[in-house]
T-cell receptor, first 110, second 109 residues
C-alpha cells in the first residue's frame, strides 16, 4: 500500500513564526502536491513538484514556499505564519492519475 | 467558472435509501475521474475510479458521461457508515487535478 506520511497532525503557532510541514511518500512517485482545505472552498493547490528540486506554483502560492531535495520528501514552509493560514494542509503524491493523500496537518495560527 | 461543480448538499437520507450524487466538469480534455470519500477531520481516500463504461463495487456504482461532461455516484442500501463527504476529482493530465467542494451525506437510523 502507498503510504504518505505527514510529520505533524496538529500544530499551533504564533503569528510571524516559521512553520515547516513535512511529507514523505514511500512509493517512488515523481509527483507530489501540497493542498490546503477550508470549509466551503474545497482543496486548493499551493505548490506541486514533478521531480527532485523541481517545483511549480499552484493556485495560492503566496506566503508559502516548498523544498524537494529528495524524491520521497516534499516540505511546505510558511516563512512568517499569519492567521489566515490557519487551515488543514494535505500532502499528496500521484501515480497514473490517482492521488494518495497523507493524513493532513491541522495548523492553527494565533 | 469552476472546473468542477458539485452540489454541496447536505443529503440526509434514511438507512436503506438509494442516493445519487452528480458532478460536472468544464474541460472536455479531462482524462481521469474519481470519487473520493472524506470522513470528518480525515484525509480523502479513493472510493472508486470512474470509467465511461460505468463501474460497480458492491453497493456503489459510478458513471461517466463524456458528452454531457458529468460523473455520478450511486449508493444503494445506504448504511450509517456511508455518512461522509464525497469528493469528485478530475485529472486533466499529469499534474493537474481539479476538485469539487464535496457533497455531504448523512445516513439517518
Amino acid at each position: 500500500d502507498v503510504k504518505v506520511t505527514q510529520s505533524s497532525r496538529y500544530l499551533v503557532k504564533r503569528t510571524g513564526e516559521k512553520v515547516f510541514l513535512e511529507c514523505v511518500q514511500d512509493m517512488d512517485h515523481e509527483n507530489m502536491f501540497w493542498y490546503r482545505q477550508d470549509p466551503g472552498l474545497g482543496l486548493r493547490l499551493i505548490y506541486f513538484s514533478y521531480d527532485v528540486k523541481m517545483k511549480e506554483k499552484g493556485d495560492i502560492p503566496e506566503g508559502y514556499s516548498v523544498s524537494r531535495e529528495k524524491k520521497e520528501r516534499f516540505s511546505l514552509i510558511l516563512e512568517s505564519a499569519s492567521t489566515n493560514q490557519t487551515s488543514m494542509y494535505l500532502c499528496a503524491s500521484s501515480l497514473d492519475g490517482e492521488l494518495f493523500f497523507g493524513e493532513g496537518s491541522r495548523l492553527t495560527v494565533l | 467558472r469552476k472546473e468542477v461543480e458539485q452540489d454541496p448538499g447536505p443529503f440526509n437520507v434514511p438507512e436503506g435509501a438509494t442516493v445519487a450524487f452528480n458532478c460536472t466538469y468544464s474541460n472536455s480534455a479531462s482524462q481521469s475521474f474519481f470519487w473520493y470519500r472524506q470522513d470528518c477531520r480525515k484525509e480523502p481516500k479513493l472510493l472508486m475510479s470512474v470509467y465511461s463504461s460505468g463501474n460497480e463495487d458492491g453497493r456503489f456504482t459510478a458513471q461517466l458521461n463524456r458528452a454531457s461532461q458529468y460523473i455520478s455516484l450511486l449508493i444503494r442500501d445506504s448504511k450509517l457508515s456511508d455518512s461522509a463527504t464525497y469528493l469528485c476529482v478530475v485529472n486533466l493530465a499529469g499534474n493537474q487535478f481539479y476538485f469539487g467542494t464535496g457533497t455531504s451525506l448523512t445516513v439517518i437510523p
